[in-house]
């Protein structure tokens, strides 16, 4: 079999994985987040923060108690960034630079996991363990929270009650991430990946390779669309991904909650249709960006890849060019930072799907709820544009799309394109700025809205050549990265607020069908339109003319 | 209202003689006061002065025709909104010539008998409050809205409702209501008014169909700010392309500067036809003008909405609330069916019925004529052409009417009327009518009808019963396909009837609604309606007693009768100034075409975008990236051509649409999904194509111009 043949059967086989754990996965969610009563160890943790469980938050109270946690879990981090050396299991490693701690502290908590440094020569396993880790797990705890929320503003009627924070975290940590994360570590143990206290280094033949808990950490890295390897290298690194089936395993876990997400939502607003369709709409997007990274680099002209039939620079060769474009296509479709080959060695154009990916918004499937939410958002707008045509003041899901809603959905989708284009056109203004790229005119220039497509939708990931360690880039992609995660949160959360205050109109043969196929090619129509056309003029001086040069 | 809307209306939509007329309103328009109520052309006439700036600083035929045709934007907006203005003026115009400075003459009491003798004050129209009473005699013009409270007279209404027949109007009952400017042609009433100063239906309806002062509807609101936000991103996507395009052309030095680009950048020129190119300019353009048009629609089919919300909410509405008489039935019931006992011929008892009911003048004494007649052939005779027959009234007492013919053998009874009743008769003429008799009756009853038995009793025989009518509410014609398409919409219709649930439910199934409320009171329509809204539908009923106002207020769209009274009328958000109420149907129909109009040319405006960006990114960067020539499918002849094309496509496009805003899309009665598929294919896939071609055929123009 060639390895293009491998490469389709690979995601063949993927969509059948996916499709296997869609509906027990998404009731299992659904089951957590509902139920009524709270288990022993859910009772626990509320008595340890002093969490009233059973009293339901506005969504002002949720937004504030979201707020309040990421700015404490920053702290938190950043302190034991800079006192690393004087706790215990800090393997030697000195305290973390300021201004690195702190994008660092930002980069995690907003579940983005750019990664400023080099993990194995920078962290030490407390701060690996006790505050990246954790951080892996409650912000990807976060943003299915959030995306919860919002479902329960199309579910419930006449409210401003939509839930308690503190209870929906504590839930989807305990009993959605780290259920499947123990499995799953010990899943990539069995495939070769490390684990281990050690703060010895492997030495062979003259290398020097740090061990540690790798495998604990790499599971939730993809899991919760994290990305924040544990080596510099990634999930490249033969520890942290060691064979093709692992690699199979972390694009599994990266797409099953996501995808799974569209169930649980299906199942809290009473209609399983409409969850599979907006998981109809994921799948098209990320079939055909899959499809796309694949089919460019299979085809990338040059000498080298022409002999042998791809693109192999960048990549490894224990997974070869189609599986690490999936991978690629995989990570940034979600929020998942993390990378097994690299971008900045692919073609123009499969590197300009993979930029266009995150450019989205992220929504195919997504990171683990901020997909669904970000996918929502857009079947909002594409119902209230599209919906007019039937007649009827737009409607979703029973809920009227008025001015509050409409403001609310176009704040949302006004801010990652404000803060990508903004953050780039300033960054390109100022020469200095101009020596972080690695290639200069087109290439560089997808290199620099790269970085900022990435940071400014929580991607994490970079072209590798770029090099974003300098102040500026420190500052500017921090600020992306922050105002990226927490304003749409908030446009969110204020929209699920203003839904479940409505009452809910009844379906009829009136109402804007929200779940046939027309309405599926609509929200991607949208989507693209929307999204994409925005970034078209930059698009096109970067990836396309250097694709077409 | 028809002799306005001829003069308004009927002519071409796209009559040259509208557009010159709207030129002084189109550009007192541009006014930037007035402009910012509209944010998206607003944009195009801040860029429109900026390329002004530019093209007289570094004048270029490229320059001026540009800025040319991005004035000629914002006056096409500016025309659009003017004609559609245009129309309500020339109706409000005419309403206003029956505003007349009326003099209102004054009386201290309603307590008058006679008109002459009175001592009145003479006070201007306006200055009437709530509360005044006024005499108004033969010849003179009502002075305002009111409720007659003493007198009856005739009333020409023809002002208001272009009706020209004349209207009863008299004191106490449902047609107590008057409006000022209607004409009272005899006799002479005396009328309380009941509107406050300024705020009758005529100053209503003008300020109605004139729209200057137009309030936004909710989802007019909403569309704006989407459009803002899709504004604001298409804004910041052109000028952060500034930096970049400066970052491009650097490393290119070799490449050539060009009119569109150069070592500074995009010109500014190119920049702002980039952005007025992107920015939704079809809809926004013509937003104001389709809501204005909707609101005339209405009022061309004489219907006085209270407010643009109510119009939206007609849309909406997912049940209807109709009641039976006059709206699903007509008024009266009818003799449908001829049913004799056995032994007894069709044609004798069709004979009988009709002998019987010649004298019988009632609504239903008349369809048994007629129906004898239509059926059986039997030629109507006129009461006076037996002189043989003595005639027997109807009357409440022995509720049978009937004729006594002197025959040779004697006389010849024959009676038709109330089962009871004529069953009494038969027996104390001997007969006795068996159980055959009351199986019919109970037939006709069950199936809703009222039976009428006809019996005979000659003279030496038994009376007997010849058979029995079958008396119905005739459904009007047409109702039960109307409902089947309601259906198809997903509306809901729910008959409102006094008859009993036996009666009602046989109706309800023969006209084919969803559903009937029997015996119902006013209070039971109310809760009706609160059961329905709380179950989150939204109602609409029409209505014209009294009585009937709590529902018309609570329903979301209460659509009261012009004959009713002044309460109704208040209570309710619309008047249906030829009250008839199948009307309803009408302005359902209304309300979804507003909306659809909208989403159609929203989704049309996005849609031509794909276009405009393959004529201008390649025009911007072909020169500096030679690939990106590949973008240009269109294979359009120079970038300044592909520029202007692009422009000129821009601004003519709003002029094409100026008739389908006014007109409203194509609207028909189909579900949610076939319409959506219908409008997805013409406004969406065809604003994706139109574009390419559209601005394919502007370049094989300009491209002929020499020096472009």
Redesign the interface.
């Known amino acids: 079999m060639s390895t293009t043949t491998a490469g389709y059967v690979f995601i063949a086989a993927m969509i059948v994985a996916l499709i296997a754990v869609y509906k027990p996965l998404g009731d299992y969610i659904y089951r957590v987040v509902t139920r009524e009563k709270h288990r022993a160890p859910e009772r626990f943790v509320y008595k340890l923060v002093g969490v009233k469980a059973d009293t339901e938050q506005t969504w002002g109270g949720y937004a504030r108690s979201v707020l309040a946690f990421s700015a404490l879990s920053i702290f938190f981090l950043y302190g034991l960034q800079r006192l690393q050396e004087h706790l215990p299991w800090s393997n030697g490693m000195a305290e973390v630079p300021a201004a690195l701690s702190w994008n660092t502290a930002v980069s995690f908590t907003t579940n983005t996991n750019w990664q400023a440094y080099s993990g194995e020569s920078t962290m030490g396993h407390l701060v690996q363990m006790a505050g990246l880790a954790v951080q892996n797990f409650v912000s990807a705890a976060v943003g299915v929270a959030v995306a919860i929320v919002l479902v329960r503003g199309f579910a419930r009627?006449l409210t401003d009650r939509l839930g308690n924070f503190w209870v929906d975290l504590t839930r989807i940590t305990i009993w959605v991430l780290l259920p499947i994360a123990i499995v799953g570590a010990v899943v990539l143990i069995i495939g070769g990946a490390v684990q281990n206290l050690t703060a010895e280094t492997v030495t062979q033949a003259g290398q020097h390779i740090t061990g540690g808990p790798v495998a604990s950490q790499e599971v939730i890295k993809e899991l919760g669309t994290n990305g924040g390897g544990f080596y510099n290298a990634n999930s490249a690194h033969p520890f942290e991904n060691p064979t093709s089936w692992t690699n199979f395993f972390e694009i599994f876990l990266i797409l099953c909650v996501p995808f799974a997400l569209t169930r649980t939502f299906g199942r809290m607003v009473g209609d399983k249709r409409q969850g599979l369709a907006i998981a109809g709409v994921m799948a098209v997007i990320a079939l055909a960006s899959v499809l796309l990274v694949v089919g460019f680099e299979n085809a990338a002209d040059g000498t080298v890849p022409t002999a042998i039939g791809a693109a192999m620079e960048g990549r490894e060769v224990r997974f070869g060019t189609p599986n690490s474009s999936f991978f690629a296509a995989a990570t940034t479709l979600t929020s998942t930072g993390a990378v097994d080959s690299f971008h900045d060695s692919y073609s123009a154009w499969g590197g300009g799907v993979l930029t266009l990916n995150m450019l989205l918004g992220e929504v195919a499937p997504g990171g683990v709820g901020a997909g669904l939410y970000g996918m929502l958002v857009l079947a909002v707008?594409t119902v209230?544009?599209?919906?007019?045509?039937?007649?009827?003041?737009p409607e979703y899901l029973?809920k009227k799309?008025?001015?509050r809603?409409?403001?609310l959905a176009?704040?949302y989708?006004?801010t990652t394109?404000?803060l990508v284009?903004?953050g780039?056109?300033?960054s390109?203004?100022v020469p200095d700025n101009?020596t972080s790229m690695q290639d200069?005119?087109?290439h560089g220039?997808s290199e620099m809205l790269y970085a900022f497509a990435s940071a400014s939708n929580n991607n994490g990931s970079a072209f590798a050549g770029f090099s974003a360690n300098t102040d500026w880039f420190n500052t500017a992609l921090g600020l992306c990265m922050f105002f990226g995660r927490f304003l749409p949160i908030i446009f969110v959360l204020a929209l699920a607020g203003s839904l479940a205050k409505q009452?809910?109109?009844?379906a009829?043969?009136?109402?804007?069908?929200t779940h046939?196929p027309?309405f599926v090619g609509?929200v991607v129509?949208t989507t693209l339109?929307?999204v994409a056309?925005?970034?078209?003029?930059?698009l096109?001086?970067g990836p396309?003319?250097e694709?077409?040069? | 209202m028809s002799n306005v809307t001829a003069a308004g209306s009927k002519n071409g939509l796209l009559d040259p003689k509208q557009w010159l007329a709207s030129t002084p309103d189109a550009l007192r328009k541009l006014d930037p006061r007035l402009m910012w109520r509209n944010p998206v052309m607003f944009i195009v006439e801040i860029g429109a002065v900026f390329t002004t700036v530019l093209a007289i600083a570094d004048p270029s035929a490229f320059a001026w025709i540009i800025t040319v045709w991005l004035w000629l934007t914002v006056l096409f907006a500016n025309a659009a909104e003017a004609i559609a203005e245009g129309r309500g003026k020339a109706q409000a115009d005419s309403l206003r010539k029956a505003k007349t400075d009326t003099i209102a003459y004054k009386v201290a009491s309603s307590a008058i008998t006679s008109p002459r003798d009175i001592t009145v004050t003479e006070v201007a129209a306006p200055g009437l409050q709530r509360g005044d009473l006024v005499l108004v005699k033969a010849g003179q013009v009502i002075p305002g809205d009111g409720d007659v409270v003493t007198g009856i007279a005739s009333v020409d209404e023809s002002a208001i409702t272009g009706e020209s027949a004349p209207v009863i109007r008299e004191s106490g009952g449902d047609r107590s209501a008057v409006m000022g400017g209607t004409k009272v042609l005899s006799d002479w009433i005396v009328v309380k008014i009941t509107q406050e100063p300024g705020a009758s239906f005529l100053d209503r309806m003008i300020a109605l169909v004139e729209g200057a002062n137009r309030r936004k509807t909710?989802?007019e609101?909403?569309?704006n700010?989407?459009l803002?936000?899709?504004t604001?991103?298409?804004l910041?996507?052109?000028?952060?392309?500034?930096?970049?395009?400066?970052?491009?052309k650097d490393?290119?030095a070799a490449a050539p500067d060009t009119e569109v680009l150069n070592a500074s950048g995009v010109t500014g020129i190119v920049m702002v036809s980039l952005l007025v190119c992107?920015i939704p300019t079809t809809i926004g353009a013509l937003l104001s003008a389709i809501g204005i048009a909707g609101m005339d629609r209405l009022v061309q089919r004489n219907v006085l909405a209270m407010s643009g919300r109510a119009v939206?909410a007609a849309?909406?509405v997912?049940t209807l609330l109709l009641d039976k008489t006059g709206t699903i039935t007509y008024g009266n019931r009818r003799a449908s069916e001829f049913l004799s006992v056995p032994g007894v011929a069709a044609a004798r008892l069709a004979d009988a019925a009709q002998l019987s009911s010649l004298a019988d003048e009632t609504p239903e004494g008349r369809s048994i004529v007629v129906f004898a007649k239509e059926t059986y052939g039997l030629r109507e005779r006129s009461a006076g052409e037996l002189s043989h027959a003595t005639w027997v009234e109807f009357t409440a007492q022995t509720r049978m009417s009937g004729v006594d013919l002197a025959e040779e053998h004697g006389l010849h009874e024959i009676r038709k009327g109330a089962s009871a009743s004529v069953i009494q008769w038969v027996k104390d003429n001997g007969g006795n009518p068996d159980g055959q008799v009351t199986e019919l009756v109970d037939r006709i009853s069950n199936a809703g009808g009222t039976p009428l038995l006809v019996a005979e009793h000659k003279a030496g025989h038994d009376a007997e019963v010849l058979g029995v009518i079958h008396l119905k509410d005739i459904v009007k014609e047409g109702m039960a396909e109307r409902f089947a398409q309601l259906?198809?919409?997903?509306?809901?219709t729910v008959m409102i009837t006094g008859d009993n649930p036996l009666t009602a439910a046989a109706i309800a199934k023969e006209a084919g609604v969803d559903d009937f409320l029997a015996e119902a009171t006013p209070e039971d329509k109310l809760e009706l309606i609160k059961k329905e809204q709380?179950?989150?539908?939204?109602v609409a009923m029409t209505g014209d007693g009294t009585n009937d106002a709590p529902a018309l207020a609570q329903a979301d769209v209460g659509v009261a009768m012009n004959t009713g009274t002044s309460a109704a009328k208040e209570a309710g958000n619309m008047v249906d100034l030829d009250s008839d109420p199948t009307k309803l149907i009408e302005i359902v129909a209304i309300?979804?075409?507003l909306?659809?109009t909208?989403?159609?040319l929203?989704?049309f405006s996005?849609?031509n975008?794909?276009a405009k960006?393959f004529a201008i990114?390649p025009a911007i960067?072909a020169a500096?990236?030679p690939?990106?020539d590949?973008?240009n499918v269109m294979r359009l002849s120079s970038p300044t051509s592909a520029i202007i094309s692009a422009v000129i496509f821009n601004a003519i496009i709003i002029l094409l649409l100026v008739p389908l805003a006014l007109k409203g899309v194509k609207?028909r009665a189909a579900?949610?999904?076939s319409?959506?598929?219908r409008?997805?294919l013409i406004?969406?896939v065809g604003g994706i194509v139109a574009p390419f071609v559209g601005i394919k055929l502007i370049d094989l123009l300009i491209s002929l111009i020499p020096g472009l």
Do not use: C, H
């Open positions: 009627k707008i209230f544009v599209a919906g007019l045509m039937v007649g009827r003041t029973g799309i008025g001015a809603e409409i403001k176009s704040m989708f006004l394109p404000a284009l903004i780039l056109a300033a390109i203004s101009l200069k005119g087109t220039l009452k809910a109109t009844p009829s043969e009136g109402t804007f069908p046939k027309l609509m129509f339109i929307l056309l925005t970034f078209l003029p930059v096109a001086l396309v003319a694709g077409l040069f | 909710p989802n609101i909403a569309l700010i989407l803002a936000a899709m604001i991103i298409f910041m996507a052109t000028v952060t392309m500034q930096p970049v395009a400066i970052f491009s490393w290119m992107l939206e849309g909406d997912n259906r198809s919409m997903g509306i809901r709380d179950g989150g539908r939204l309300g979804k075409q909306l659809m909208r989403g159609a929203t989704t996005i849609a975008d794909i960006y990114i960067f500096v990236y690939g990106l590949a973008m609207y579900s949610a999904s319409l959506l598929r409008n997805l406004y969406g």
